[in-house]
């Protein structure tokens, strides 16, 4: 771009900008609902699961309701 007058070149970084702009903010708008959406999920999300725990083998097994919430979530995950 050595050849080019200052007006084109001028001309080229404000178009270069204006695009950057645009997509600087999709990208921030799309990493804000995909963090809007993962909380909620995590908030919501309950499982629940029955474990059945074998005392003795002459007793049927004692089916124990647990339950996992978010806050059992791990940090590195």
Not at 16 to 38: D, I, M, P, Q
Not at 39 to 60: E, F, G, H
């Amino acid at each position: 771009m050595e050849g080019q007058s200052p007006i084109v070149m001028k001309e080229i970084e404000v178009t270069k900008s204006s695009l950057e702009g645009k997509f600087n903010l999709l990208l921030r708008l799309c990493a804000l609902v995909l963090t809007l959406v993962a909380a909620a999920v995590i908030a919501a999300d309950k499982q629940t699961t029955v474990v059945p725990i074998k005392l003795t083998d002459s007793l049927p097994p004692l089916n124990v309701p647990v339950t996992a919430k978010w806050h059992y979530l791990s940090a590195y995950v």
